[in-house]
C-alpha cells in the first residue's frame, strides 16, 4: 500500500504507513484500547521481520522504538491505547506495545509510552497532555496558574478546603499591594484574610527582620531592588495572582529574637496550614537564584510519531521518556527528589502542609493540592514522590468515624521516614523543623506528643531504627529513647502493629509485652509544645538481660542470671543508633516478644554515666533463629527500668 501523505512518509516507514498508522490500523488502536482494559486481547496487531525492523529504524520513528534484533525470523506487534491514571492530566494518553518473537512465542518487549502533543496540533482534541510552559513570568501563564487554583476550588472539595478568607494573619506579613515598594504590615493576630507563603532554601546569608530594622521596614518599606531575587520573585506572584499579603520566614520572624523565634515556631502549623497558597521555589538552590526566570527546558522527547485523527487529519504526538530515564535530567523526564528544595529538612512541612501550592519546579510550573499534582497548561505532568497528610484535618465537617490506629501510624511512619532523609543546617533543630507535622497528627489522634513519640503507641514507637548512622550529638537535644537525639534515616517496621495485637487466639495467648510506667518530657517552651525539648525519662516495668558478644561465632546473645545459674534466650541481631563504643557492659529490655520464640523486639542500653540508676538507649535488637520454648521466661521478677 503506497503512503500518499507527506507527513506520514518523513515520520514513518512505507510498512508502518500501511499497517499500524493506516487509517484503519490506528482506528483498531484506538477503539479497542479504549473499550477494554483486558491485557490478553483487543488493539492492534501486525507482523513484520526483525530484519525489517532493523533496516527501517535509520529513519523511521516508530521502528526505532522497537526491539533491534540481529536474528532472522519474524515479530509479532501488538499496540493498545489506554486511558492513564498514573500521570497528569488525566485522560488518554498511554500507548502500550508488545512485541513477541514468533518463533519461540516469547515477549521481548512489553513497555508502556507516554503520549503529548502541542496545543494548536490536530492531536489535540484526542491526547490531552501539552508540552511545557518554560517562561512562568508571562501575563499567559499567571493567568493559567490562577485558573488552575479556581478550578481546585471549584471541583476539589472531597478533599482541598476552600480558602480561608477570613484567616488569621500571621503576627507581620508583608503587604505586596504595590508590589514595587512592599511594606512589613504589623498585625498582632488582630487582622484577618487570605496570605501567600514562601517555602524555599535559603543557601547563603540573606537580609533579615530583626529588633532593629523592623520599624523602617514598617513605615517605609523594604527596598525591591536590595531583596534576594527569591524574594522578589515572591512579591510578584503574590502580586500578579491577585492577592496583597505574604509570609517569608526571614523577614516576618525577628531574627535576633529568641522568644520571638519560640512564639512564631509554634505557630508554624497554623502559618502554613491556614495559608491561601504556598509559593514553593523547588528549582532554586538559594535565594539569590530566584524562580521566576530561570531558564527551563522544554520537554525532549523520546520521538515523534504520526498520529491519525478520528475526522481524517493527520496530526503528530510526542512520546515521553520515562520518569526513571533520568539521563538527560529534566530536558527528558521529571523526577521531584532531584530538587534543591527536596533535601531541606525545615521544607518538608511546608511542602504537605499547605492545602494547595504553585511549585516552581525545574521544568516547569506545576500546581500541588491535597488531591493531585498537575503542570500548568495541562504539560505532561509526572507523579510527584512522597505522600499526602491525612486529610482529616482539612474537613469542616467533623469525622464520621475515628481514623484506624494502624493507617494513621503507617502515614506517621511514612512523614517521618520522608523527613529524617533531609538534612538540616542546625542540628538542634531535629524536633522543632518536624513540629508543625506532629500537630497536624496530634489532631487527628488526640494523643500525648512525647518527644517524637506517641503515648498510645509509645511501646511500638520506641522501635525505630537508624539507617545511615553518625556520631551521636555532643549537645543535647532529646532522651535517648528518641529519634531525635540521633542522626539520620529513621525507620520502623509496619509489622509490628499486626505482632502487637494478633488476631489468632493461639498468637494472643503466647504474647508478652513490657509495661509503660511513666513517660514525662520538658520542653523548652510550652508556646512550641512540639518542639525542642531539654529532658525527658522514661520507665518499662520488664525483663533486664545481659547481652554478650562471642566474636568467635559472631553472634550476639541474651542471658539472664550469672554464672551455672545463667541461661539463654536466644541470639540476637542488633541495630546500632549511632557510631560509638559499646565495650562497656550492655543490657536488653524487652519490650515485644512470642513465649514460643518466634519474635522478640526489645532496645539495648547502659548505664547512664554518672547516673547509677539511669540507663541509656544504644540501639534496638530482634530475636532471630529458630523457635524456641521461652515460657520460662514468665516466671523471672520484672523490674523497673528507667531511660533518660
Given at each position: 500500500m503506497e503512503c500518499s501523505d507527506s507527513?506520514?512518509?518523513?515520520?514513518?516507514?512505507?510498512?508502518?504507513?500501511?499497517?499500524?498508522?493506516?487509517?484503519?490500523?490506528?482506528?483498531?488502536?484506538m477503539a479497542d484500547g479504549r473499550a477494554s482494559n483486558n491485557l490478553g486481547g483487543g488493539g492492534y496487531k501486525y507482523t513484520t521481520t526483525w530484519a525489517a525492523i532493523k533496516n527501517a529504524a535509520r529513519t523511521c520513528n516508530w521502528c526505532k522504538l522497537l526491539p533491534q534484533r540481529h536474528v532472522e525470523g519474524g515479530a509479532q506487534v501488538i499496540v493498545r491505547y489506554y486511558k492513564d491514571t498514573s500521570c497528569t492530566?488525566?485522560?488518554?494518553?498511554?500507548?502500550?506495545?508488545?512485541?513477541?518473537?514468533?518463533?519461540?512465542?516469547s515477549k521481548i518487549m512489553n513497555e508502556d509510552f507516554l503520549l503529548y502533543t502541542t496545543r494548536n496540533n490536530e492531536a489535540a482534541n484526542v491526547i490531552k497532555a501539552r508540552d511545557r510552559i518554560t517562561h512562568l513570568g508571562t501575563e499567559e501563564s499567571?493567568?493559567?496558574?490562577?485558573?488552575?487554583?479556581?478550578?481546585?476550588?471549584?471541583?476539589?472539595?472531597?478533599?482541598?478546603?476552600?480558602?480561608?478568607?477570613m484567616s488569621v494573619l500571621p503576627d507581620r506579613v508583608i503587604d505586596c499591594v504595590d508590589s514595587s515598594k512592599p511594606k512589613i504590615a504589623l498585625t498582632n493576630g488582630?487582622?484577618?484574610?487570605?496570605?501567600?507563603?514562601?517555602?524555599?532554601?535559603?543557601?547563603?546569608?540573606?537580609?533579615?527582620?530583626?529588633?532593629?530594622?523592623v520599624s523602617k521596614y514598617t513605615t517605609d518599606g523594604l527596598e525591591i531592588a536590595n531583596l534576594p531575587q527569591s524574594i522578589r520573585d515572591a512579591v510578584?506572584?503574590?502580586?500578579?495572582?491577585?492577592?496583597?499579603y505574604l509570609w517569608i520566614d526571614a523577614l516576618c520572624i525577628l531574627q535576633d529574637s529568641p522568644e520571638d523565634k519560640i512564639v512564631q515556631l509554634g505557630k508554624m502549623y497554623a502559618i502554613y496550614k491556614n495559608s491561601y497558597l504556598t509559593i514553593n521555589a523547588s528549582g532554586s538552590r538559594s535565594t539569590y537564584e530566584g524562580f521566576l526566570h530561570q531558564p527551563r527546558p522544554q520537554r525532549e522527547p523520546r520521538t515523534t510519531i504520526p498520529f491519525p485523527c478520528p475526522d481524517g487529519t493527520i496530526g503528530t504526538v510526542f512520546i515521553a521518556y520515562g520518569i526513571f530515564h533520568g539521563k538527560g535530567g529534566p530536558s527528558q523526564s521529571y523526577w521531584d527528589e532531584f530538587e534543591p528544595i527536596t533535601w531541606r529538612g525545615w521544607c518538608y512541612q511546608e511542602k504537605v502542609l499547605p492545602a494547595r501550592s504553585l511549585v516552581y519546579a525545574s521544568d516547569t510550573l506545576k500546581y500541588y493540592c491535597q488531591t493531585e499534582t498537575v503542570n500548568i497548561g495541562g504539560a505532561l505532568c509526572e507523579p510527584s514522590t512522597g505522600m499526602r497528610l491525612p486529610h482529616g484535618v482539612y474537613q469542616t465537617a467533623p469525622l464520621e468515624c475515628e481514623l484506624d490506629a494502624v493507617q494513621f501510624r503507617q502515614s506517621w511512619l511514612a512523614a517521618l521516614f520522608q523527613y529524617t532523609m533531609r538534612n538540616l543546617t542546625i542540628s538542634s533543630d531535629r524536633l522543632p523543623a518536624f513540629a508543625a507535622i506532629s500537630e497536624h497528627f496530634s489532631k487527628l489522634n488526640h494523643d500525648q506528643y512525647l518527644a517524637g513519640l506517641w503515648r498510645k503507641?509509645?511501646?511500638?514507637?520506641l522501635l525505630w531504627e537508624v539507617e545511615d548512622?553518625?556520631?551521636?550529638?555532643?549537645?543535647?537535644?532529646?532522651?535517648?529513647?528518641?529519634?531525635?537525639?540521633?542522626?539520620?534515616?529513621?525507620?520502623?517496621?509496619?509489622?509490628?502493629?499486626?505482632?502487637?495485637?494478633?488476631?489468632?487466639?493461639e498468637d494472643a495467648k503466647n504474647l508478652r509485652i513490657a509495661t509503660v510506667v511513666d513517660c514525662q518530657v520538658t520542653v523548652a517552651s510550652a508556646l512550641a509544645p512540639y518542639g525542642e525539648v531539654t529532658g525527658g525519662l522514661l520507665t518499662l516495668s520488664g525483663l533486664l538481660f545481659k547481652v554478650h558478644s562471642d566474636e568467635?561465632?559472631?553472634?550476639?546473645?541474651?542471658?539472664?542470671?550469672?554464672?551455672?545459674?545463667?541461661?539463654?534466650?536466644?541470639?540476637?541481631?542488633t541495630t546500632r543508633d549511632a557510631i560509638e563504643d559499646w565495650s562497656d557492659e550492655l543490657y536488653a529490655v524487652p519490650l515485644l516478644w512470642n513465649v514460643r520464640g518466634s519474635f522478640m523486639y526489645g532496645l539495648i542500653i547502659r548505664r547512664d554515666s554518672g547516673m547509677t540508676l539511669l540507663y541509656q538507649r544504644l540501639g534496638r535488637f530482634q530475636g532471630k533463629g529458630s523457635a524456641m520454648d521461652l515460657a520460662w521466661i514468665d516466671a523471672l521478677p520484672r523490674q523497673e527500668v528507667s531511660i533518660a
Open positions: 507527513l506520514l512518509r518523513r515520520l514513518v516507514c512505507q510498512e508502518c504507513c500501511g499497517t499500524i498508522f493506516s487509517a484503519e490500523g490506528w482506528r483498531s488502536v492530566p488525566v485522560g488518554d494518553k498511554l500507548l502500550t506495545v508488545i512485541v513477541e518473537d514468533l518463533e519461540n512465542r499567571f493567568g493559567m496558574a490562577k485558573a488552575c487554583i479556581e478550578n481546585c476550588v471549584r471541583e476539589h472539595r472531597a478533599k482541598c478546603p476552600p480558602p480561608q478568607s488582630q487582622v484577618y484574610g487570605p496570605y501567600v507563603t514562601l517555602s524555599y532554601v535559603w543557601g547563603v546569608p540573606q537580609p533579615m527582620l530583626t529588633t532593629k530594622n510578584t506572584v503574590t502580586n500578579r495572582i491577585g492577592q496583597r503507641t509509645l511501646l511500638l514507637d548512622k553518625c556520631e551521636r550529638p555532643g549537645v543535647y537535644r532529646a532522651p535517648s529513647w528518641s529519634w531525635a537525639s540521633v542522626d539520620g534515616l529513621i525507620s520502623a517496621e509496619w509489622g509490628l502493629d499486626e505482632l502487637a495485637k494478633p488476631q489468632d487466639t568467635a561465632v559472631d553472634e550476639i546473645t541474651l542471658s539472664f542470671g550469672s554464672g551455672s545459674e545463667s541461661r539463654s534466650a536466644g541470639s540476637i541481631l
